[in-house]
């Protein structure tokens, strides 16, 4: 059971990086309003807003799953022994 939770953990973090990638790749066209500003609308930058909001949560979670996993990840004799550590100091 605690495999497949590590499996699917590592199977949703991939997703969140996928997704980060995809808002990246889709930040790309802002770099043709360098030749026509005046033509960037206000649409043009809420979407900007939420991509870059979006690509940021999906970069957060990606970290965040592989902190989890890395905690799931421990053997009982490492948990153990970090517990140890934080005792005698």
Not at 2 to 26: C, N
Request: charged share 10%; glycine share 8%; proline share 3%.
């Amino acid at each position: 059971m605690k495999r497949a939770g590590i499996i699917l953990s590592w199977a949703v973090r991939i997703f969140f990086l996928l997704i980060a990638i995809w808002q990246i790749l889709g930040l790309l066209p802002v770099l043709t309003w360098f030749s026509n500003p005046s033509g960037v609308t206000v649409g043009m930058w809420m979407a900007v807003v939420t991509k870059l909001l979006i690509m940021f949560v999906c970069f957060g979670v990606f970290w965040g799953l592989g902190k989890l996993i890395k905690r799931l990840n421990r053997t009982p004799q490492e948990t153990t022994a970090s517990a140890a550590d934080t005792e005698s100091q």
